[in-house]
């Protein structure tokens, strides 16, 4: 009997209840020790699974050459031997290796360098191609004269712009002739609303909130890329997953889907939970995405200073539009001809979608902060914005093409939502949720609400008769009455 890791004929031999090889004693139960394993087979072992064999004790000859001087000295010399040119092909290898190593060092090296090249060539073109203003010769806002931004593709397929014309079309003709609907919610009862509930999204990073055509599905993201959808009937989370694009910086609804940009520039749409597009278009983060009123057309802004339209029937990109300032936020015209754009030196910049043609600016004001919020009335004529780190929001007249009313919050803004009837706006930031009320009839504001909460994003429920809060703590509260 030989020992199954020496080699040798056991002293103490035992048998393995796993493997059926015999081993030294010491030798087994040290491994055992060790690794807990049967080396043979890999299976688990312990002393216990030992047996114990029995043979007679016999003295082990040496054997016939090494019973003399010079027979140990011709052993020795042949092992020194093998020894030495085993140290010589090991250095052989380890220089091979080291050459090797350094020729990959190199390549890399090398790699680096064009790689970083190409991206400084690529920011310097992009910062060049920014700053060219191109002559247009379409009409604005009002028959103003604008200029168009610099066109980094190619101009909107014929499909995606009589898709826009109809939508148009179909809604500024019956906008004006909406009555506010019976059972909406009125000022008095808004003034009844309170913190009825407060579900905690889980969510460490949320900072924004989108609503669903209904009033009754609620989008909010986390900086770790997950999305959940918030039933307000049900007063719970419905879905939650991670699309793996990096952390949710905006958030949209397209009909029945979700669309949200991320910090890695990705922009996806998932419906259910599964994500059914992705889009890898930006040069850094896209702060910010919108849906077209027809749901079937989207649009991201980004910080590499472009906007990017995508035909979702299709699930292809339309074209890609650079301008010359860090784009933060995106809102669509309730008729989807016209979307207005927030810069990062606090201007509101509106451009018609179909021509890339810049209808007008509105200029920021003194404190020149980034816009943090846009959001179109739905008689389509105002549009109200809030600057970074500003207690106020302006109010614009898109008719008039200028600062309507200027609403002081009373705290940082961060969120803010017109109702379906454009009568109230909500606002929000960390040390309330207000909202503000224009009544046609005496042409005057009131504020028939304001609730100490740390939001930092707010969205009215269905039919005016909530509003779902998206606090700093990352919990989703509900105001009603």
């Known amino acids: 009997m030989l020992c199954a890791i020496s080699g040798e004929a056991p002293q103490e031999p035992v048998a393995s209840k796993k493997s059926g090889n015999v081993f030294e004693r010491r030798l087994i139960e040290t491994y055992i020790s060790e690794h807990g394993t049967d080396p043979v087979n890999g299976e688990e072992l312990s002393t216990d699974d030992l047996i114990d064999l029995k043979q007679a004790r016999v003295v082990k ?3 016939p050459t090494l019973t003399s001087i010079p027979a140990l000295l011709s052993t020795f010399q042949n092992e020194w031997d093998a020894l030495i040119l085993e140290t010589y092909q090991l250095k052989q290898q380890l220089a091979e290796t080291r ?25 310097e073109a992009r910062d060049a191609l920014s700053r060219v203003s191109v002559s247009g010769g379409a009409n604005g806002v009002n028959g103003t004269n604008g200029d168009a931004m610099d066109v980094d593709g190619q101009p909107l ?12 079309e179909r809604l500024s003709s019956t906008r004006r002739k909406r009555p506010v609907p019976e059972d909406w919610a009125t000022a008095d009862e808004i ?9 905690d999204s889980q ?19 986390d900086s770790d890329g997950t999305i959940g959808i918030y039933d307000l009937q049900q007063g719970a989370f419905t879905t939650r997953s991670n699309l793996g694009a990096g952390a949710i910086l905006g958030g949209t609804w397209c009909n029945d889907k979700q669309a949200v940009s991320t910090s890695t520039g990705v922009v996806a749409v998932a419906q259910e939970g599964a994500v059914q597009a992705k889009f890898q278009q930006h040069a850094g983060a896209a702060t910010a995405v ?10 991201s802004v980004g910080y590499d200073k472009s906007y990017v339209v995508y035909d979702l029937a299709s699930s292809k ?3 890609q539009v650079f301008g010359d300032i860090e784009l933060t936020t995106v809102a669509f015209h309730p008729d989807g001809h016209l979307f207005a754009i927030g810069g990062a030196d606090g201007s509101v910049r509106l451009y018609d979608i179909r021509t890339s043609q810049l209808a007008h600016t509105f200029p920021a004001p003194a404190a020149t902060t980034p816009i943090v919020a846009l959001t179109f ?10 600057n970074q780190g500003q207690n106020m929001l302006t109010v614009w007249d898109l008719r008039k093409l200028n600062a309507l009313k200027t609403i002081d919050i009373g705290t940082s803004v961060s969120g803010i939502s017109w109702d379906y009837t454009g009568q109230f706006l909500a606002a929000c930031g960390p040390g309330a949720v207000v909202v503000n009320q224009y009544s046609k009839s005496s042409k005057s504001w009131s504020e028939p609400l304001r609730k100490a909460l740390n939001a930092a994003d707010v969205k009215w429920g269905a039919k005016g008769k909530a509003l779902v809060a998206l606090t700093g703590e990352g919990a989703v509260s509900v105001l009603s009455s």
Not at 191 to 199: A, E, L, R
């Open 61 to 63: 000859p040496r054997p």
């Open 99 to 123: 050459q090797e190593l350094s020729t990959a060092l190199y390549y890399n090296d090398s790699a680096q360098r064009v790689i970083a090249r190409l991206q400084k060539e690529r920011d």
């Open 157 to 168: 397929s014929d499909d995606v712009v009589a898709k826009i014309t109809e939508t148009q």
């Open 191 to 199: 003034q009844t609303f309170d913190v009825k509930s407060s579900v």
């Open 203 to 221: 969510f460490t990073g949320a900072k924004t909130l989108a609503a669903d055509q209904t009033g009754d599905f609620f989008l909010c993201g």
């Open 290 to 299: 919108a849906s077209h009123p027809s749901g079937e057309v989207l649009v």
């Open 317 to 319: 990109v339309a074209t």
């Open 377 to 386: 009335s739905e008689n389509g004529t105002w549009l109200a914005s809030a």
